[in-house]
């Protein structure tokens, strides 16, 4: 069926809300986070503007869903291919961030001593004779980072994907580096914290996330893929609503806590958001001076500093704190490696030639 755009009286009176391009699935869905509503003009934007944002996003076809959140206020959003306001979306590697929330609440409850803490001792069954020495210096510290110093995804994933124990097959990757040289980005690193939350908190990641995190933040995980022991995907295949998704981007731009909670320790924000990597003069499309923190992405979007969460295929979460605004983002992630990093540069074209000149001067 021809998608189309549905722009109801709430475009004009409430600010482009429920807005759909093609009708949405009919099965049960549980509520979201619902945000304070008001008018893009009422934020300092441009709603046609976003109209036409959001028209170009329903062309592209891959894009699922937008959430826009300026000074709080929910001032737009749009769905496409059968996706709806409720239901969840894979957000892929924009898990990562999350779990890197989870890491600063790990060390606020004492469940990790210090991110120097080494990643071998929490995974004894898994030594073996030749193992390389320099693996026992693999930090905490360094899979937040993606330095342990194991090769990049790409040429990897799908082997221990595939693999039946993925801790141990990423154990036994050899090393292309000593810990801690070089950044080369592997969601397995991240995969491996996760573990090790598991086993210092004494309860599942998904356990630990819901009680001092989700639960707290008024948001839930709707499904979250395990690994064939039963550990909960570390950096990949949450499942959230784009509203979810912005309500999470919003504890981080209002440094940790919300609704008078503290919920992430503030220092932890600001450390996990330091630009860790120093790179100089990086473009990746219209994300320019781009860096890596604790799972975190920062650089700029037509000169506006931007903190983003980058999941595989068009999955964002950006945060532009001088302008006080959100934005999430779904979009198809079945796609393969080329096809994603063009949807990605896709989306970062939106938000660069659609959606922020839709700020008013």
């Known amino acids: ?107 606020r409850e004492r469940c990790l001593d210090s991110l120097n803490q080494k990643m071998i001792p929490f995974f004894p069954e898994y030594v073996y004779p030749s193992m390389d020495p320099r693996k026992y210096a693999i930090t905490i510290r360094h899979l937040l980072m993606m330095r342990a110093g194991i090769d990049q995804e790409q040429n990897n994933y799908f082997q221990i994907y595939n693999s039946p124990n993925w801790i141990k097959a990423t154990i036994e990757l050899p090393l292309l580096h000593d810990p801690g040289a070089r950044m080369l980005y592997n969601t397995f690193q991240t995969h491996l914290l996760s573990a090790i939350l598991t086993k210092a908190g004494r309860m599942s990641t998904l356990e630990f996330a819901r009680r001092f995190l989700f639960d707290p933040l008024g948001i839930s995980v709707r499904r979250w893929e395990q690994d064939p022991q039963g550990y909960y995907f570390g950096g990949n295949s949450m499942h959230f609503t784009p509203r979810d998704m912005a309500r999470f981007g919003f504890l981080y731009l209002r440094n940790g806590a919300v609704d008078g909670r503290r919920i992430i320790p503030e220092e932890w924000v600001k450390e996990s958001l330091s630009e860790f990597t120093g790179y100089k003069n990086l473009v990746w499309g219209d994300l320019k001076n781009y860096n890596y923190g604790y799972l975190w992405w920062m650089g700029e979007i037509n000169g506006y500093k931007a903190t983003l969460a980058i999941g595989h295929g068009g999955q964002f979460i950006i945060l532009f704190p001088q302008l006080d605004m959100i934005l999430a983002t779904t979009s198809n992630n079945n796609v393969d490696w080329d096809t994603a990093d063009l949807q990605e540069r896709s989306v970062l074209d939106l938000v660069a030639r659609f959606i922020l000149p839709a700020l008013k001067k």
């Open 1 to 107: 069926m021809k998608s189309f755009i549905i722009f109801s009286c709430y475009f004009f009176w409430v600010a482009l809300l429920f807005v759909h391009c093609r009708k949405g699935p009919t099965s049960p869905e549980l509520d979201s986070y619902m945000w304070n509503v008001s008018k893009p003009e009422e934020q300092g934007m441009d709603s046609g503007m976003i109209h036409a944002a959001f028209a170009e996003a329903e062309n592209r076809g891959f894009v699922d869903g937008i959430v826009i959140i300026k000074n709080g206020c929910l001032i737009a959003e749009t769905y496409c291919n059968g996706f709806t306001q409720n239901t969840a979306h894979n957000v892929m590697s924009v898990s990562k961030s999350f779990l890197s929330a989870l890491t600063g609440i790990a060390l």
